[in-house]
């Protein structure tokens, strides 16, 4: 494990690698959510991550422990700031990538980070995962820019009671609101799932199965066509689903996923 940093757009930003012994194949860049950084996402995850084989993981900071991701309507230091999230991705791919695939995990205002990658740096990701964050809706969207969509895998988790980003979509309740300094509405899960599935050009329906009590796969796929997966965790909380429980009050985590092994699976590692 090594703490690095960065100069980008005037600000040193800091950063944690943890490289696998034997070298590694690809880059997974992990956002933290709203009052974390890269130590304590770590610690909330178990340090999970770091045993996705063949990965090296990336933990970044954000700036006040928030990232300027893809909603219009927040009001926190880092979007009040405008700082410059994407360039401070761009910039650790380009020194730590070495050509190889890059690949992020965002959970909550990581998760919205990812979406804001996504649209404005097509391209930059081999594939992306959103735990715990939804597509904002369009009259909450930043204007990210008209780059062209690169088609990309993307795999999706989100709990049904999940008491912060609501699985069924909206606004986050009020007292959140004030909390966290946002505003505006986000799309449904299966809603965020099915705008992605759409910007990949998959027609065709997607198809449910049901893999325990409490958890549930929707896939968009087509031949040709980088799929979209939604894991539902029926009960789930704003956790991510794992070995390691989240705070109570986050609501519950389920040990039916183990998140780095769905995406080690969905990306075939």
Do not use: C
């Not at 063949?54 to 909603?71: C, E, F, H, K, P």
């Amino acid at each position: 494990m090594t703490d690095r940093s960065i100069e980008v757009g005037g600000r040193t930003r800091t950063y944690t690698v943890v490289t696998p012994e034997g070298g590694f194949d690809r880059l997974l860049l992990a956002f933290h959510g709203s009052g974390q950084q890269a130590a304590s996402h770590r610690t909330f995850t178990g340090n999970a991550f770091d045993d996705i084989k063949r990965t090296a993981v990336v933990y970044l900071d954000g700036y006040r422990r928030r990232w300027n991701d893809s909603r219009l309507h927040s009001r926190f230091p880092a979007r009040r700031q405008n700082i410059d999230d994407t360039g401070f991705a761009e910039a650790v791919v380009a020194r730590e990538a070495g050509g190889r695939p890059v690949y992020a995990s965002g959970y909550s205002n990581g998760g919205g980070l990812v979406i804001r990658l996504l649209h404005e740096r097509p391209g930059l990701l081999a594939g992306a995962t959103i735990i715990a964050a939804g597509q904002p809706a369009p009259d909450n969207l930043l204007d990210l820019g008209d780059a062209p969509f690169v088609p990309t895998p993307i795999l999706l988790i989100h709990g049904t009671r999940d008491p912060l980003v609501r699985y069924a979509g909206g606004a986050m309740a009020p007292w959140a609101q004030f909390l966290f300094r946002v505003g505006g509405s986000l799309l449904s899960a299966p809603d965020t799932a099915a705008y992605f599935a759409a910007r990949n050009g998959i027609a065709a329906l997607p198809s449910t199965v049901d893999l325990t009590a409490e958890l549930s796969r929707t896939d968009y796929r087509e031949d040709g066509r980088p799929p979209v997966t939604l894991y539902t965790v029926h009960g789930g909380g704003h956790t991510i689903p794992g070995r390691t429980p989240s705070p109570a009050l986050l609501g519950r985590t389920t040990s039916h996923l183990h998140t780095p092994g769905a995406i080690t699976e969905f990306f075939a590692f």
